[in-house]
């Protein structure tokens, strides 16, 4: 204690010499540009550097500024040629401000993330990636994930457009594996995949984390680095009109809130379908699925940016499910024949 008071001294000489070369230099005037973008990946407007960075340093922005629209999920099962993930996702980046694409489905063509990777590089966005389980308890996802792994650690720009690896999709629903050996395999992600700082997650609803309140959600629930919730009101008991689909969303939101440990909330699989199908039948008589609906709860999501952007963690980011009709029936943006289904879509992406 008694120390104290001669090192302010000492602290108060030292930047007093500093301050004297100071006093004769001429004054001035460092200009920082208002509009300038983050130089950061990916935020919007940001140069590509033209080879690859050697260190992940710096090179992500914060996770805060992830808030709002983020981007699209964005279906491979179609195994898309280079060409074709290469002009989709210009169009996603350039058209739609996005920063990132989710990818949902598989394609098993061998080496199809260097495709993705090259892509997405190309076009200045990020990726979360996807290891796709199916439906059906079969164990393919395993192979998916080896050769995913593999093209992590050898494909050199690989972690510069990966920003999260999930599994998915929905695996605690469809109870793919019992959820204690899923948090294994969560965790065993995390290692293999820590050199290459990618964050691990599942991509999941509030419901698939609720119905496995006793069996091991809460193991997964730790697991998670970061969460990548589905928001599907649509399916809700209580939906009607999009316009009303707000207090539903606020239920889901608040419970990962509540549940998810103050981590980063990205909503993965997020959107309103315009017809039904198959697959796509509400819990409700009032659901109503059509195009108007759709749009409808685009500009609910877009109308709640601030509160969005409020959520403990960093805010939360949101995809709209899904870039075409292609994909998923009903929920894309585009329709089968490549038209807009609704426009303008220009949801903001900072407020
Ligand atoms: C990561 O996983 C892949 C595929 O399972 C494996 O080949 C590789 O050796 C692992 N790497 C590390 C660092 O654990
Ligand atoms: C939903 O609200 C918007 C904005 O107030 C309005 O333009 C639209 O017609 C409403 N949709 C329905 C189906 O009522």
Redesign the pocket.
Known sequence: MAFLPLLHVLIALCLAINAHPLEHEPTRTVSVDASAPPNCFPALGFTMPSTTPSSLTNWWCDTSTEYGFVGFSYEVTACQSLSQLRSDFLTIRQTFNSRYIRMYGFCDRTGFYNDIVDAAWGAGIGVHALIWFGFDGTDEWMGR???L??IL?SNPRAKFVTRALQFGSEPLFDWVLDPPVLAQQVIAAK???S?LQIPVTISEMAYGYQEHEDDGAQDVLDAIDLIDAHMLPFFSTEASIANASWPIVLTDLDWFIDNGQGKKIYLTENGWPSVTSDGVQPNSPSAVANVQNEHDYYSVLDAHCKDFKAVPGGGVGWFWHIYSDDMEPGYGLFSTSGKLKFSPFSPKTSC
């Open positions: 994930r080896d050769s792994f593999g650690h290692k293999n995949l050199s």
